[in-house]
C-alpha cells in the first residue's frame, strides 16, 4: 500500500473510533434522560453515528486497510462519568453538555479531517460525503443547550 493510502486509512480510522465514541455517547446519554423526546432523538443520532461508522469502515476495507470497530478507552471513562454525574445530579442540563461537548469534539475532528492536505481527493470528498450528518447533529445539540440555558 502507498503511503496516501496508509494516511486515509488512518485519518478514516480515527473517524471511525470518534463516531463510534458518538454513537455509543448517544446510547449512554438515552438510558440517562427520562425525557421521552430526547430519548428519542438521541436513539436517532445514535443510530445516524452507527450508520456513519459503517459507512468509514467499508471505505477503509474498500482501500485495503483493517478498519476500527470500538471507540476509544478515555470515551468509555467519559461516559461512565457521565452516568455518575447524572446519577447524582438527575439533570437534564448536564446530560445535555455532555452530549454537546462530544458534539463539538467529533465536529472539530471532521472538519480536522477535512483540511488534511495529505489525504487523497477522492477520500477526503468521501468524509465530505458523510460530514452533514455530523454537522447536524452538532447544530441540533447546541441549539438544544442554547435553548436549555436560555429557559433555566
Do not use: C, W
Not at 29 to 51: M, P, V
Not at 124 to 132: D, E, G, N, Q, V
Request: glycine share 6%; aromatic share 4%.
Amino acid at each position: 500500500m502507498g503511503s496516501d493510502i496508509d494516511h486515509d486509512i488512518k485519518v478514516l480510522n480515527g473517524l471511525i473510533e470518534t463516531t463510534l465514541d458518538s454513537a455509543d455517547g448517544y446510547a449512554e446519554a438515552a438510558k440517562e434522560t427520562d425525557n421521552t423526546a430526547l430519548r428519542s432523538l438521541f436513539e436517532k443520532r445514535g443510530s445516524e453515528r452507527r450508520q456513519v461508522a459503517s459507512e468509514l469502515q467499508s471505505k477503509v476495507r474498500a482501500l485495503g486497510g483493517e478498519p476500527e470497530d470500538d471507540g476509544t478507552v478515555l470515551a468509555k471513562a467519559h461516559r461512565t462519568f457521565l452516568s455518575v454525574k447524572h446519577a447524582v445530579l438527575k439533570d437534564e442540563q448536564a446530560v445535555i453538555n455532555s452530549v454537546e461537548n462530544g458534539e463539538d469534539f467529533i465536529k472539530d475532528k471532521y472538519e480536522k479531517a477535512l483540511k488534511d492536505d495529505d489525504l487523497t481527493p477522492a477520500t477526503r470528498s468521501f468524509i465530505s460525503s458523510t460530514y452533514p450528518v455530523i454537522k447536524d447533529g452538532h447544530d441540533q445539540m447546541r441549539d438544544i443547550k442554547h435553548a436549555m440555558q436560555g429557559h433555566s
